[in-house]
């Protein structure tokens, strides 16, 4: 019986074992080595921490660094404020009957390509775009519009695109929200925003601290929406570590900048933690 | 002695179905007002109507004087204790109480006197830092009524907040119920499913059928003066014969399935020949009775017996299978009862009542 | 406020009002693409030319329908792959993984179950990047020391799946163990006792009881690794997957075969989400 379990326990953690160490552990040992390599002024490879002094010296790169992170903290506060209403209406207000229909319309959009979702954007709202026609058809402006490649709407693709890791988890802790806490609490003599402020949102803030989390990172990581959205200016930090890798080739510099981004969301995400005082895990689940 | 609450031809339907189906009743200031009833009978809705959560598709509701109509609920002068009770979880047991009184904006000595207040009336002095985790059932009970009364609401509502807790607990919470009710003076208005909680806590009773009021009263005329079946059978046990009018009078003679004849008295007339329900409690019936002038008497085997303390009863079937409850006094008297004895029992035609089927 | 409480007129049309408005928000470019894809026109923009199916069907050369486009064909078809073979590793590691986590105690198991939610949190462009660089330095090693070529460590279809595997098996493992976590373990105990040895248990009580999530996470599986851009760009070699492939055409100008891939897209994944809906339907009754 004995040798029987331990025979099942060791199927089970091999496979696991050699994923997250071949793949996860390892490669990013890799990584970190890799940033701290460089050629010296023979071509030869030496140990150097040159790759983190650009960085600091390069004024592009920390600017570059520094907005994103920005960016995707706003991205995610407009996601969070956009997310809390919609789940608010699925969850509380909907009928029972249309609420399952409005859930599966609301997801149904991001099962789909971020890809495909991005260039629809595009040709809405390029200077030839199909927005651009019907203003233009209506006499409300004269001239096209550019309203691509600029932060506002870079700010917009990016909310468009993570809205979903937002509304999910809101939608399922107001699911666990009961009627009769907001009944009390108006019973009480509470306002629509007291009644927000003191019993909606603290019973939400695990779902709100999951949501941010993985809207943030995936904010923080994207590469699609800014190069497509935010054009040439869009300057997101992802774009600066494929242009070190496919562009100029320097690996180890890209290396650097990689290991920079990674330091950074974890950082965030832990500040985060911290203050909703939650473990990975149970945000997780 | 003015009303608190007076509720006037009140109907609630959803389409087709009446919830609430013309109910009137008033309720003076100061007591503990049951409503009893079987789930679904339409009391939730009745009482989310007066807390202002449901509209009445007609009648008025009136609260000391003054038309409740169109009124939203956190206007009212009611407060309601939830079925499920609702305390706050991410605020203690002080912010809970302090949350409506935060809401009226009063001044934060005053909120904390008052809370130590109300604490100290529903005896939990000193628990305001705990969380509501912390507490047992019977002291969240106490919190979320706390959290109501020192809104001093004219009325506060009760949502069977006893239904979550064990048997135990809620024996001992009915008594605290009415301990704390003649405490504080406030008018309560307890829904319920349970007729023991309604019997021991309750100044006034409605039993509620079907969106209707049975039968309004105190829990003594309800037990022994019901007026209709409804209420012969919802309130207490019962045993019932059906049967036929033999002779009709001042009392009535009826003759049961089992070609038995019982004399009871009746508080309406029927003809002679009218089908009618017989209904008699456990206790009027009499085990070996010394003297058996007046009764009705017949025999019955004792099939097992139901030990439950001072509760004890006989099971009891008579020789047509038909069977009966009887209950068995613990003084010591009946202990040689065995199942299968055959025993003769006996009932005063007082005891009896009779309804027609 | 919510349903059971009274609401006021405008609070009920306005809250309506903001739930139409977000759903145009959510659908629109999704609307447009796929409308576009009809239009008799060169470009995908408007003005409405007429009713076409030439960005479908058009055997070129001028216009190249979809169905006509070998290279999109292509790219299609190396997505199917990698989703397929993604699918399938992903959900064996991550059901074992499950078991590892949730049924067996080992030292250190706190610490393996935090490296396994890492991939959560790691921006996907560093996966890439990371994984692009081991496979280069073990390529690279492996060619100093044995002198054989290993065609896996460069970029290719492979390392796409084992990039795209990594993190997409900690969406499995969190999608099955929501469901592993309800399972009863005594009826696996009483199949022991009935004489089973542990692993005949797991096989025939645990995994057919998993088995509609187990379909679930392969379905999410699957589309994630289609639809996946940031960590398959950098390790995608000769064989572009769809996004990449399309990624490429909709940077450098943009013709309606690209609507009409979209619209291919949304209505194949459309299909599959609405196929894992009604599994994980079944699996709550």
Known sequence: MKSGFRLSFWLFLAPVLLWLFLLIVLPHIDLLLLSFRGENDMGDLVWTIDNYKNFFIEPIYWYTFVRTALYAIVTTLCTFVLALPVSFYIVKLARPRTRGFLTVLLLLPFWVSELVRVYGWMILLRESGVLNYFLLKTGLVQQPVEMLYNDVTMIMGLVYTSMLFMVVPLISAMESLDDSLIEAASDLEASRFTILRTIIIPHCKPGITSGAIVVFMLALGNYLTPNLMGGKNSLWFTEQIYNQFIASFNWNQGAAFGFLLLVLSSCIIWVGLKLSRHRLGEVAA | MANDLSVGNLIRSFGDFTAVDNVSFDVPQGSFFSILGPSGCGKTTLLRMIAGFDEPSSGTITIRDQDMRGVPPNKRPVNLVFQHLALFPMMNVADNIAFGLKRRGMKSTEIVRRIEAILERVDLPGYGKKQIRQLSGGQKQRVAIARCLVMEPSVLLLDEPLGALDLKLREQMKVELKKLQAKVGTTFIYITHDQSEALVMSDHIAVMNEGRFEQVGSPRELYSEPQTPFVARFVGDNNVWSGEVVESGERLTVRTGEELLFTTRSHKSYAKGSRVDLFLRPEALRIEPTDTNDLNTFEVDVKTILFDGANSRLLTVMPGGHELLVSLPQNRQFDHIRPGDRILLGWHPDAGLCFKV | ?285
């Open chain 3, 1 to 285: 406020m919510i349903r059971s409480l009274p609401n006021s007129r405008a609070y009920s049309w306005s809250f309506n009002l903001f739930i139409i408005c977000y759903f145009i928000f959510l659908f629109a470019p999704l609307l447009v693409t796929c409308v576009l894809a009809f239009n008799d026109s060169n470009f995908p923009s408007l003005p409405w030319n007429g009713f076409s199916l030439d960005w479908f069907i058009s055997p070129g050369p001028e216009r190249l329908g979809i169905f006509h486009d070998d290279q999109n064909l292509r790219s299609i078809w190396t997505s199917f792959q990698t989703a397929f073979w993604v699918a399938i590793m992903s959900t064996v590691v991550g059901t074992c993984s499950d078991f590892l986590f949730e049924q067996e105690a080992f030292p250190f198991k706190n610490w393996l179950y935090f490296l396994m939610l890492a991939p959560l949190v790691i921006p996907g462009v560093i996966l890439g990047i990371s994984l692009l660089l081991a496979a280069n330095s073990a390529g690279t090693y492996f060619e100093a020391n044995f002198g054989i070529d290993v065609g896996l460590f460069r970029p290719s279809f492979w390392l796409v799946v084992l990039g795209q595997f990594s993190f997409i098996t900690t969406f499995v493992t969190l999608v099955v163990s929501a469901r592993l976590k309800k399972f009863d373990t005594s009826l696996e105990e009483a199949a022991m006792i009935l004489g089973a040895t542990r692993i005949e248990a797991v096989w025939h009580i645990t995994l057919r009881y998993l088995r509609p999530a187990v379909i679930g996470a392969a379905a999410v599986a699957f589309l994630m690794s289609f639809e996946n851009f940031n960590t398959t760009l950098f390790l995608v070699g000769s064989e572009p997957t769809l996004p990449i492939n399309l990624y490429l055409q909709v940077r450098d100008g943009s013709t309606p075969v690209i609507n009409s891939i979209s619209l291919l897209l949304i209505a194949g994944t459309s299909c599959l989400a609405l196929v894992n809906l009604y599994f994980s339907k079944k699996e709550e009754d």
